[in-house]
């Protein structure tokens, strides 16, 4: 794919009228549009804003302020010999205007004919209906390691200060999924502290990052200290991780191994998802981002895609990252008819993304059921693989209950074979449980934690799956009609991944 100033240089001289820059971020643009300008030569860069007006041209300097209208007019009537991109800001604010969405839709067709562009810039913008034919739409993405080090380096000369080679590109590095404005604030506020930027900004630049995607109403960052460790059994899922762990190596890369895809975990409730995208990012070392589905769909019809696509560009910016899509049955299988087909077409966009990306933002998809689960998400090549986690088996169940005791009694070795009986149908979640309500046993009582104390919690606790047989059981079948690769290792069965 061409990169973008290539595909904005084409669209200009292929003479698209109406360009729509999707970005909240008018100041690069402008400066981008600068360069554009250079390269297309004799073209110039002219500016509008509803308070100051028109900028950038000799003679109509303050044209059109307060006259949205006029811009258009001025820009109707101009020479063919004088070729300008015209930046109009915040004007899709005006398009509601009847006058001013003809005006454009005329200028469009003029402009086929004419070496001038309109250039929009705004984040987002959801009542495009009228003007879709003449809009071309271009994403700005986050600024570019190569351009965080200019600007980082030119913040930093322009205090004095030159900075070593390998400390740009540390925080080049570490600046990246920032937006040039958040930069220049970090920046700005190390210079205020120490009158320089330095090493000791990462640490801000982390939280900068950190706090810009609290601030997506869509994505949450994550701490996690859970390891493979804690998973108990699994044990070929957990070896296939292993294996997908080091094809994100340089020389993996090298070798010819494409980045990993990511990952699909069906299974009933508790039987450790969350816990496997938990210890995924960590035993990986890459930040663990959160993304809730429902939260796409939330407010204004036509938002939607616009959150989709800047939650997709946030967590392609924070690469290498896990990308956790919780309960993705729940969030993509909505009704069509219900909601215009919003669900539909977010989905069209997550799934083009997936298919086409080539950032190392490894997706772990979870979903309790299948029966919502959109047929598309498991077709070959979504996903490395999809995965099927059953309730534990008995080997398993012991060492999901040896795992929770150890955790919170070190020292103690309790024999758990009778325990071992009364959990069939247990899920690991419900055999936490198990523990932690024996230990309340135990302790209420001041004294050691003992094997009958689990027995007794373990009769105590109804299984889920004494309650949601049904569901289990279409579960079962679904895996059963091999779409599914189990995630357990069947007994006696040895780790073969080939
Ligand atoms: P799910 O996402 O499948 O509904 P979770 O991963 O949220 O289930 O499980 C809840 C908790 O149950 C986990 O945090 C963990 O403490 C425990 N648990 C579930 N499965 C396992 C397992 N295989 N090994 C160890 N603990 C488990």
Same mark, same amino acid.
């Given at each position: 794919?061409?990169?973008?100033?290539?595909?904005?240089?084409?669209?200009?001289?292929?003479?698209?009228?109406?360009?729509?820059?999707?970005?909240?971020?008018?100041?690069?643009?402008?400066?981008?549009?600068?360069?554009?300008?250079?390269?297309?030569?004799?073209?110039?860069?002219?500016?509008?804003?509803?308070?100051?007006?028109?900028?950038?041209?000799?003679?109509?300097?303050?044209?059109?302020?307060? #006259?949205?209208?006029?811009?258009?007019?001025?820009?109707? +009537?101009?020479?063919?010999?004088?070729?300008?991109?015209?930046?109009? +800001?915040?004007?899709?604010?005006?398009?509601?205007?009847? /006058?001013?969405?003809? *005006?454009?839709?005329?200028?469009?067709?003029?402009?086929?004919?004419?070496?001038?562009?309109?250039?929009?810039?705004?984040?987002?913008?959801?009542?495009?209906?009228?003007?879709?034919?003449?809009?071309?739409?271009?994403?700005?993405?986050?600024? +570019?390691?190569?351009?965080?080090?200019?600007?980082?380096?030119?913040?930093?000369?322009?205090?004095?200060?030159?900075?070593? #080679?390998?400390?740009?590109?540390?925080?080049?590095?570490?600046?990246? /999924?920032?937006?040039?404005?958040?930069?220049?604030?970090?920046?700005?506020?190390?210079?205020?502290?120490?009158?320089?930027? %330095?090493?000791?900004?990462?640490?801000?630049?982390?939280?900068?990052?950190?706090?810009?995607?609290?601030?997506?109403?869509?994505?949450?960052?994550?701490?996690?200290?859970?390891?493979?460790?804690?998973?108990?059994?699994?044990?070929?899922?957990?070896?296939?991780?292993?294996?997908?762990?080091?094809?994100?190596?340089?020389?993996?890369?090298?070798?010819?191994?494409?980045?990993?895809?990511?990952?699909?975990?069906?299974?009933? #409730?508790?039987?450790?998802?969350?816990?496997?995208?938990?210890?995924?990012?960590?035993?990986?070392?890459?930040?663990?981002?959160?993304?809730?589905?429902?939260?796409?769909?939330? %407010?204004?019809?036509?938002?939607?895609?616009?959150?989709?696509?800047?939650?997709?560009?946030?967590?392609?910016? *924070?690469?290498?990252?896990?990308?956790?899509?919780?309960?993705?049955?729940?969030?993509?299988?909505?009704?069509?008819?219900?909601?215009?087909?919003?669900?539909?077409?977010?989905?069209?966009?997550?799934?083009?993304?997936?298919?086409?990306?080539?950032?190392?933002?490894?997706?772990?998809?979870?979903?309790?059921?299948?029966?919502?689960?959109?047929?598309?998400?498991?077709?070959? %090549?979504?996903?490395?693989?999809?995965?099927?986690?059953?309730?534990?088996?008995?080997?398993?169940?012991?060492?999901?209950?040896?795992?929770?005791?150890?955790?919170?009694?070190?020292?103690?070795?309790?024999?758990?074979?009778?325990?071992?009986?009364?959990?069939?149908?247990?899920?690991?979640?419900?055999?936490?449980?198990?523990?932690?309500?024996? *230990?309340?046993?135990?302790?209420?009582?001041?004294?050691?934690?003992?094997?009958?104390?689990?027995?007794?919690?373990?009769? #105590?606790?109804?299984?889920?799956?004494?309650?949601?047989?049904?569901?289990?059981?279409?579960?079962?079948?679904?895996?059963?009609?091999?779409?599914?690769?189990?995630?357990?290792?069947?007994?006696?069965?040895?780790?073969?991944?080939?």
């Amino acid at each position: 794919m061409k990169n973008w100033d290539e595909q904005l240089d084409l669209l200009i001289r292929a003479r698209a009228p109406l360009i729509w820059i999707r970005s909240n971020e008018e100041e690069r643009l402008e400066a981008l549009l600068e360069k554009v300008a250079e390269r297309l030569k004799p073209r110039r860069i002219a500016t509008w804003d509803y308070i100051d007006g028109l900028k950038g041209v000799i003679n109509s300097e303050g044209l059109g302020a307060r #006259q949205p209208m006029a811009v258009l007019q001025w820009l109707q +009537k101009l020479d063919s010999n004088s070729p300008t991109i015209l930046l109009l +800001k915040d004007f899709h604010r005006f398009c509601e205007d009847a /006058g001013i969405a003809r *005006m454009l839709k005329n200028l469009s067709g003029q402009l086929r004919q004419q070496p001038h562009t309109i250039i929009l810039c705004s984040g987002s913008w959801s009542s495009t209906n009228d003007l879709d034919e003449a809009l071309t739409v271009l994403d700005l993405p986050l600024p +570019k390691e190569k351009e965080l080090r200019t600007l980082l380096s030119n913040i930093a000369k322009a205090t004095g200060q030159t900075l070593e #080679q390998n400390v740009l590109e540390e925080l080049s590095h570490a600046c990246s /999924g920032l937006s040039e404005i958040r930069v220049r604030q970090v920046a700005a506020r190390a210079l205020a502290q120490r009158g320089k930027i %330095g090493r000791e900004d990462l640490i801000e630049i982390l939280e900068e990052k950190r706090q810009s995607i609290a601030k997506s109403e869509v994505l949450e960052y994550c701490a996690t200290k859970s390891t493979t460790d804690d998973i108990g059994g699994l044990d070929a899922l957990k070896a296939w991780l292993d294996q997908r762990h080091q094809a994100f190596s340089d020389e993996a890369r090298k070798f010819g191994l494409p980045l990993p895809r990511g990952v699909l975990l069906v299974g009933p #409730q508790g039987t450790g998802k969350s816990l496997t995208a938990k210890a995924i990012a960590h035993s990986w070392s890459m930040p663990l981002l959160r993304l809730d589905v429902g939260r796409l769909f939330a %407010g204004l019809v036509g938002a939607s895609e616009a959150r989709t696509r800047e939650t997709i560009q946030r967590a392609e910016a *924070m690469a290498p990252c896990v990308l956790w899509i919780d309960e993705i049955d729940k969030g993509f299988g909505g009704d069509a008819r219900s909601d215009g087909g919003t669900s539909q077409r977010v989905l069209a966009n997550v799934l083009t993304w997936m298919a086409e990306k080539n950032s190392a933002v490894f997706v772990v998809a979870t979903a309790n059921g299948v029966e919502r689960l959109p047929g598309e998400l498991l077709r070959k %090549g979504r996903f490395d693989e999809i995965f099927m986690l059953e309730l534990p088996s008995a080997q398993e169940r012991i060492s999901i209950l040896k795992l929770h005791v150890r955790q919170r009694r070190p020292h103690l070795n309790l024999p758990l074979n009778t325990v071992l009986d009364r959990t069939e149908g247990f899920s690991g979640a419900e055999l936490e449980q198990t523990v932690i309500e024996a *230990m309340h046993l135990a302790f209420a009582e001041r004294r050691e934690l003992q094997e009958t104390d689990l027995i007794l919690a373990a009769s #105590q606790l109804v299984p889920l799956s004494r309650t949601a047989k049904e569901q289990l059981n279409s579960l079962k079948e679904w895996a059963s009609s091999g779409r599914a690769r189990p995630a357990s290792l069947k007994v006696n069965e040895s780790i073969n991944l080939f």
